[in-house]
């Protein structure tokens, strides 16, 4: 669970830096996009919510 919580964090903290975009954040991280999408979906976090409006 506390391992669950720091990977949730960690992609939450890379697609707030890369403003939603899961390739960008999933290549700062050093996993596949693939990945990225698979954990996304798992964790229910929804990016466009890291998008600037506008």
């Known amino acids: 669970m506390i391992l669950e919580n720091v990977e949730r964090e ?3 903290d890379a697609l707030k ?6 390739a960008k954040a ?3 991280l050093g996993i596949s996009e693939r990945i ?19």
Request: no cysteine.
């Open 26 to 28: 999933a290549r700062s």
């Open 36 to 54: 990225m999408g698979l954990r996304v979906k798992s964790y229910k976090i929804d990016p466009s919510r890291f998008r600037s409006p506008g």
């Open 10 to 12: 960690l992609i939450m």
């Open 17 to 22: 830096s890369s403003r939603g975009n899961k």
